[in-house]
């Protein structure tokens, strides 16, 4: 089941503005994580926030998470050329017991045109 | 160096035929997870194992089948009750509620 909704699907920008790309999620969650993925590579996580945090920074990025709304947003500020990925959220859903089983959203596909 | 590596990159193959997937990880980490990707989607999971010789159905296990006998080993065989095979499929591995690590994928074509 597809818990995470990404919008925009796609977004492309300049070099040098900034990327704000939104998740939503239906459930409770222990944590929401941000990944990244070039084209036909693996992931790479960037940024985890738990459910009792409201906002959290990591060099260029900002994620902010509204439990109350269950969105999360990734902000990316003064975009490189090499930003250029899809970016998906995933959504920890909250058991008490038992294995991470991460929700992926379907992603949104940033471009940073030159 | 520590990491996630899936073999082989490209994998084709005729439709009726069995075709086994390598993950092995040198992380030390518990559990592992297979998922499948398809053009412009999200990851959708497949199997996952905690430990050795123990390992769960994802939401799409369905012609898929996983065998976990070492910590560092996770195969997937994609067998031909798989009405789609053809897709990306990612190998991860983590440990508690930390990031998952991922590999390169191997691209399966099936014709």
């Known amino acids: 089941s597809q818990q995470g909704e990404e919008d925009p699907q796609a977004l492309s920008i300049q070099e040098g503005e900034n990327a704000t790309m939104n998740c939503s999620y239906k459930?409770?969650?222990?944590?929401l994580q941000w990944y990244r993925q070039n084209s036909g590579r693996g992931l790479v996580h960037l940024i985890l926030?738990?459910?009792?945090?409201r906002e959290k920074h990591s060099g260029r990025l900002r994620v902010t998470l509204d439990t109350s709304k269950k969105s999360s947003s990734l902000l990316i500020t003064a975009s490189r050329a090499a930003d250029t990925a899809s970016y998906f959220c995933?959504?920890?859903?909250?058991?008490?017991?038992?294995?991470?089983?991460?929700?992926f959203g379907q992603g949104t596909r940033l471009t940073i045109n030159p | 160096d520590g990491g996630i590596t899936q073999s082989p990159k490209y994998l084709f193959r005729k439709e009726g035929q069995n075709v086994t997937l390598s993950c092995e990880q040198n992380?030390?980490?518990?559990?592992m997870y297979w998922y499948r990707q398809d053009p412009g989607q999200g990851l959708r999971l497949i199997y996952y194992?905690?430990?050795?010789?123990?390992?769960q159905k994802g939401d799409i296990a369905e012609g898929y089948s996983v065998s976990r006998e070492k910590k560092e080993s996770f195969p997937l065989t994609v067998t031909s009750a798989q009405k789609n095979p053809t897709a990306f499929y990612l190998c991860?591995?983590?440990?508690?509620?930390?990031?998952?690590?991922f590999g390169n994928g191997t691209r399966l074509t099936v014709t």
């Open positions: 991860a591995s983590g440990t508690g509620r930390s990031p998952l690590h």
């Open positions: 459930t409770s969650i222990n944590n």
């Open positions: 926030i738990r459910s009792n945090e």
């Open positions: 995933a959504t920890d859903p909250f058991v008490i017991q038992g294995a991470q089983k991460l929700v």
């Open positions: 992380l030390n980490h518990d559990a």
């Open positions: 194992s905690q430990i050795v010789n123990d390992f």
